[in-house]
């Protein structure tokens, strides 16, 4: 694509169907890294991926081909079939449907990294209801409560 450049962060948040506590330990870090390598293998930049029990949080450069709900649709997809191929959790593992999607700058980008990067501290404290709300707060999206992820508290 001849002069055409872009710099776009997105930020993406999606969780566990039925939001159990699946992404254990023994093999979270295995799934980060798979997630890395489907957003570098479909043109994307990763930035950072990381999570907690029932959800995974996803920064990437935005690839000029592809709009947010194609690329997503390839992340959650590939993922959740690798993960039922390693037979990692007994029955089928599924994403919920949706996400949540957050754009920032170039200067953001390394504040965005640390959060991502230290979930398991930061879950400490916040439970991803709590997470998932102030960003939706802190971005201005307006959202319908009934359409929002199965929050189980």
């Not at 890294?33 to 949080?57: C, E, F, M, P």
């Not at 390839?74 to 949540?100: C, E, H, M, R, T």
């Amino acid at each position: 694509m001849a002069n055409t450049y872009s710099q776009i962060s997105i930020h993406t948040v999606f969780a566990v169907k039925g939001r159990e506590n699946l992404i254990i330990v023994g093999w979270r870090d295995d799934l980060h890294r798979y997630l890395s390598g489907i957003i570098t293998g479909n043109g994307a930049t990763s930035l950072a991926v990381g999570g907690w029990k029932d959800h995974v949080h996803v920064f990437f450069g935005m690839p000029l081909t592809t709009c947010i709900s194609d690329f997503m649709s390839i992340l959650k997809a590939s993922s959740s079939k690798w993960v039922n191929d390693q037979k990692f959790v007994k029955g089928k593992f599924q994403w919920q449907s949706g996400y949540g999607a957050f754009s920032y700058s170039r200067s953001q980008r390394d504040g965005v990294i640390k959060y991502i990067m230290t979930q398991e501290e930061h879950h400490k404290n916040k439970t991803f209801k709590e997470e998932y709300l102030k960003m939706l707060s802190d971005f201005n999206v307006e959202y319908d409560e009934k359409y929002l992820f199965e929050f189980y508290d």
